[in-house]
């Protein structure tokens, strides 16, 4: 997707349905809801998707495309809230690396009241 011109008709015609009545938000996640509502299951898979540990949302050229189509339209730049942006530098830890790292450090406590202990 590189230009507006790339996008399906049917998308171009939810994403100006929407527009006519959506133009008070400037919350995307709440305006891409609105459209996925008025689309079918053969073009839905041009959206992004949340992420599927965080659960967070992330946008995609695509998206980016529709909502810099949509401040040229209506002027309103459309924003994901900080709370639901998932961190690209996010790292999936193994299971259990928690539990490492709490006893390593109940150890090292364990040991300094000892070493304490000893030297009262």
Same mark, same amino acid.
């Given at each position: ?12 015609? *939810?994403?100006? %349905? ?11 996640? *709440? ?14 898979? %041009?959206?992004?998707?949340?992420? %599927? *540990?965080?659960?967070? &949302? ?10 810099? %189509? ?15 942006? &998932? ?34």
């Amino acid at each position: 997707m590189k230009e507006i011109n790339d996008i399906p008709d049917k998308i171009w015609e *939810a994403i100006n %349905y929407v527009m006519q009545y959506a133009t008070g938000t400037d919350n995307w996640l *709440a305006v891409k809801k609105e459209i996925m509502w008025l689309l079918t299951n053969e073009y839905r898979h %041009y959206f992004s998707r949340r992420h %599927y *540990a965080t659960k967070k &949302h992330s946008l995609n050229d695509f998206e980016k495309l529709v909502i810099e %189509y949509w401040k040229s339209e209506t002027g309103q730049d459309l924003k994901i809230p900080d709370n639901v942006i &998932h961190n690209p530098n996010w790292v999936r830890h193994r299971r259990g690396w928690g539990l490492k790292k709490y006893n390593k450090e109940r150890q090292k406590n364990a040991e300094l009241k000892r070493k304490n202990k000893k030297d009262s």
